[in-house]
T-cell receptor
Framework: EAQVTQNPRYLITVTGKKLTVTCSQNMNHEYMSWYRQDPGLGLRQIYYSMNVEVTDKGDVPEGYKVSRKEKRNFPLILESPSPNQTSLYFC????????????FGSGTRLTVV | GENVEQHPSTLSVQEGDSAVIKCTYSDSASNYFPWYKQELGKGPQLIIDIRSNVGEKKDQRIAVTLNKTAKHFSLHITETQPEDSAVYFCAAPNSPLTGSARQLTFGSGTQLTVLP
């Protein structure tokens, strides 16, 4: 089944403890992206990647890092999480030639206390 | 960059009635307008999209209309059913600040509740 897989689905952590949210897609998509969803703010883009070793900032990149060493994986790294990073996170992917036909993962609910 | 405003933020309708969600955008160069449906506990899923060279597109009970002059587009759901209850997002491509590819800017979402 074609899909984007995120792990974990739920995570509670403490301020300052580094964490990684994994994202993997099995559709051979070149483009991958991370979004955060907050009430009343919709989906805001954190980082995106056009292909392996090519990443760029989205609208809200502060406090986040990403890497794209393999085509299928695009992990989101929070080096020192803070409570304002408590949110619902989504990974998405698409083929470069298909404008905006994103496939989203099921989401990761992160709580930073 | 693109600014997408979506209204209403919540919408309740009786089963069988129609629902309309509206979005406005700011970038006149935008040429593609998708709508996503997010069911509880799931990621958003593309349900319909429209390109700027057409004014309306239908897919069974769902339709999207586009007014390029006024820079707004709308989602219409007819004969609503309980399974239509979800959060709906509109989106539009933003203008890249550099040579990178255009990204999607999403609206703030509409929680649609269909009452049985």
């Amino acid at each position: 089944e074609a899909q984007v897989t995120q792990n974990p689905r739920y995570l509670i952590t403490v301020t300052g403890k580094k964490l990684t949210v994994t994202c993997s897609q099995n559709m051979n998509h070149e483009y991958m992206s991370w979004y955060r969803q907050d009430p009343g703010l919709g989906l805001r883009q954190i980082y995106y990647s056009m292909n392996v070793e090519v990443t760029d900032k989205g609208d809200v990149p502060e406090g986040y890092k990403v890497s794209r060493k393999e085509k299928r994986n695009f992990p989101l790294i929070l080096e020192s999480p803070s409570p304002n990073q408590t949110s619902l996170y989504f990974c998405a992917s698409r083929k470069t030639g298909q404008p905006y036909g994103y496939t989203f993962g099921s989401g990761t609910r992160l709580t930073v206390v | 960059g693109e600014n997408v405003e979506q209204h209403p933020s919540t919408l309740s309708v009786q089963e069988g009635d129609s629902a309309v969600i509206k979005c406005t955008y700011s970038d006149s160069a935008s040429n593609y307008f998708p709508w996503y449906k997010q069911e509880l506990g799931k990621g958003p899923q593309l349900i319909i999209d429209i390109r700027s060279n057409v004014g309306e597109k239908k897919d069974q009970r769902i339709a999207v209309t586009l007014n390029k002059t006024a820079k707004h587009f709308s989602l219409h759901i007819t004969e609503t059913q309980p399974e239509d209850s979800a959060v709906y997002f509109c989106a539009a491509p933003n203008s890249p600040l550099t040579g990178s590819a255009r990204q999607l800017t999403f609206g703030s979402g509409t929680q649609l509740t269909v009452l049985p």
